[in-house]
């Protein structure tokens, strides 16, 4: 049933229109009358009519003028203009609007009913096409995940082309090109899901869904599906963005994933980043984001950067399993590693069988993977890899895979051992950056930027070596080297104050006393006694 609102200051008019449209129209209900604009505004207000009949000249705000407030507030509404002037200005305004039709007075019973029922058609048209994308829209949601989870696999196993990128930038309507990938890394899932399979399936729904919600909101991205102990996204990136502030923002956006979800899910879970690439490199993206997400005692949060240097080489072998295996070995999670090389040498056992030289020649082959996949040169372990194949072709083979997993031991000792070497190494550069640059107006970001951390990395290794966060230590240091310029009596403290980099006198004094329990000029004259 459609609504009409009469709006006309002639009251038989209204009566007269009122009762043509309750005898010969159906479908079509008058639920009120109006008979000024500002009355005519209000009911459609209250009453939201799907059709309303205007007459153009009413007291106080003229139809036009009511038609235009109607429409600001409800564009769905048909117009049909009632007036007994037929002037070219009015119907100019008229069309304008989008009237849908113009009748004269004295009004004709039958261009009423035939206009009603035009409308009618409209209304009912209009209706049918809503519907119908309502349908389509409900559809293509449906679709969407997998459509994105397909991009997501084709792009993570290869299966992929350049024309894939193209249908797929256009269903998504973003540009794929470029990007980088996302991971969110279950803990011990395996383990839990053994344990209760309903219980941990519904909540590794509901981290899905939480992840998925929260990214989408903060960025343009595509969601993988989820797999048994990951959740893989795709974010991508314009080609002109600095990579060091889509670290910093990467960072940003899943620090508040982890808040949010930390509040509605009982999973345990990191998240690991993978630096940007070109939509082929993908894979490589992803391997990246699991390594920093399976690196063990780190933060929650872990850009790939910020535990392997820029320059590194880290290229991966192009199978997944020994992918992970890689992974698992440059993480230091030797059990992990350990798993996945049991699958990898059931699966050597199953295929080459009796062929125990085929399956010493690939184990061989897996170690030039490893190396080539390291992000360290490791001269150690270059040295070492011959009396590993050595030994790998001397066993027999009941004792292939302990002898293997031996090498792996060893391997991962070596490589935690370097990695915390280039930490180390990481607070001297930090320290001479600021004994060098503390006059100026240098940030944690910037200290960041001059070893190539993220500073929300920085931030946390800065701290854990010099037992102090960056703002106290910059501070400390000002204050220290200030005392040295005090000595000089010729330069004023105002200017001490400038040349360590302060700009408010008053604040250096104050920080000064705080830290030394003197003033500058107590300072200054405590030292003048001395001499």
């Avoid at 009632?82 to 849908?100: C, E, R, S």
């Avoid at 903060?218 to 974010?235: E, H, Q, S, V, W």
């Amino acid at each position: 049933m459609l609504k009409l609102l009469i709006a006309d200051d002639e009251y038989l008019v209204s009566e007269s229109l009122s009762m043509i449209v309750s005898k010969n129209v159906k479908d079509v209900n008058v639920v009120g009358t109006a008979s000024t604009g500002r009355e005519a505004i209000e009911k459609a207000m209250e009453l939201k009519p799907d059709i309303v009949f205007m007459d153009i000249h009413m007291p106080g705000i003229n139809g036009i003028e009511a038609i235009r407030q109607i429409q600001d507030a409800n564009k769905d509404i048909l117009f049909v203009i009632l007036t007994a002037y037929d002037f070219f200005d009015y119907a100019k305004d008229a069309i304008n609007l989008g009237v849908f039709e113009y009748i004269l007075k004295p009004i004709s019973k039958n261009k009423v009913i035939d206009t009603l029922n035009k409308l009618k058609d409209a209304i009912n048209s209009k209706r049918k096409v809503l519907l119908r994308e309502l349908e389509l829209k409900e559809k293509i949601n449906r679709v969407i995940p997998f459509i994105e989870g397909q991009f997501i696999s084709y792009q993570l196993y290869n299966l992929g082309t350049v024309n894939d990128i193209e249908f797929y930038e256009d269903i998504f309507n973003m540009d794929l090109r470029q990007g980088y990938a996302m991971t969110v890394l279950l803990d011990n899932f395996e383990s839990k899901i053994r344990e209760d399979n309903l219980k941990s399936s519904l909540e590794k729904q509901n981290l899905y869904d939480i992840f998925s919600m929260e990214l989408k909101r903060m960025c343009p991205c595509l969601i993988g599906n989820p797999l048994l102990d990951r959740i893989t996204a795709y974010i991508p990136i314009h080609g002109d963005s600095n990579s060091y502030e889509i670290r910093n923002k990467s960072i940003q956006i899943a620090r508040k994933i982890m808040e949010k979800a930390k509040m509605n899910s009982n999973i345990s879970f990191r998240i690991g980043i993978g630096r940007m690439y070109n939509v082929d490199n993908f894979s490589k993206s992803c391997n990246e984001a699991y390594l920093a997400a399976s690196l063990p005692d780190s933060d929650l949060v872990m850009h790939f950067e910020d535990f392997v240097p820029s320059n590194s080489a880290c290229d991966t072998y192009p199978l997944h399993k020994e992918n992970t295996f890689s992974n698992r070995i440059l993480t230091g999670n030797i059990r992990g590693a350990k798993e996945v090389f049991k699958e990898i040498y059931l699966w050597l056992i199953s295929n080459y069988n009796e062929d125990i030289d085929k399956i010493k020649s690939k184990l061989i082959e897996l170690l030039f993977v490893i190396e080539k996949s390291l992000p360290y040169n490791l001269d150690n372990f270059s040295t070492s890899k011959q009396s590993y194949i050595m030994s790998i072709l001397k066993v027999n083979k009941s004792d292939l895979e302990s002898q293997f997993i031996n090498c792996l031991s060893d391997l991962a000792i070596e490589l935690e051992a370097q990695r915390k070497s280039e930490i180390d190494g990481i607070i001297p550069k930090v320290l001479n950056y600021l004994d060098n640059n503390y006059y100026k107006n240098i940030t944690l970001d910037d200290a960041a930027k001059s070893v190539n951390l993220s500073y929300h990395y920085f931030s946390k290794i800065f701290k854990d070596a010099i037992g102090k966060n960056f703002v106290d230590y910059l501070t400390e240091l000002r204050i220290e080297k200030s005392m040295r310029f005090l000595e000089n009596t010729s330069i004023s403290i105002k200017e001490v104050c400038y040349q360590i980099g302060y700009n408010d006198p008053n604040y250096y004094c104050k920080i000064f006393k705080k830290l030394t329990g003197l003033t500058p000029t107590e300072y200054r004259a405590n030292i003048q006694l001395s001499r």
